[in-house]
């Protein structure tokens, strides 16, 4: 699908929308300064282009009694790769304790967000999902001490029109 051009229009709403996603039509077209059905309309444009993945509830880890976040290094073995690769990438869809992984360039191969209830559910993950799997060559983990700037809003400065 061709890439979508965003006018100043469709940059609020998105903009309004990263803050509170459950406003409704009529809320977002007024914080727009439009009326209810080109809002509508522009809005159905995003999802359907894509520019717009999905809605969600952003929950807070601690509340659900996750109070520990690492960042785990990965490094793969080098033979093998592309069956190794596969194997992992599928693995990791099963731990429901990533949050996100990333394929990274430089020291590691991989980077997996993780969230833990405490150091003990992170040990058992570890060595009982992670070290277990083929391929394995290094693991590094580092906690989060304290989390400084969390967002989920995209920048969108790099688009304003001139």
């Not at 727009?32 to 929950?59: D, N």
């Amino acid at each position: 699908m061709p890439n979508l051009i965003l006018d100043k229009t469709d940059l609020k709403i998105l903009a309004e929308l990263q803050l509170n996603g459950r406003l409704t039509n009529v809320e977002l077209a007024e914080r727009v300064a439009l009326s209810p059905s080109p809002c509508l309309r522009r809005l159905k444009q995003l999802e359907e282009s894509g520019v717009i993945r999905q809605y969600v509830a952003l929950l807070d880890p601690a509340k659900i009694g996750l109070g520990l976040q690492a960042f785990v290094r990965v490094t793969l073995e080098k033979r093998g790769q592309g069956q190794m690769i596969a194997s992992f990438l599928e693995a990791v869809q099963t731990w429901p304790e990533v949050i996100n992984c990333y394929a990274m360039t430089g020291e590691m191969d991989y980077l997996l967000q993780v969230y833990f209830e405490d150091l003990e559910h992170f040990s058992r993950f570890v060595m009982d999902a992670l070290l277990q799997h083929p391929g394995i060559e290094d693991v590094k983990s580092s906690f989060v001490l304290k989390e400084l700037k969390r967002t989920t809003a995209m920048p969108l400065a790099q688009m304003q029109l001139s």
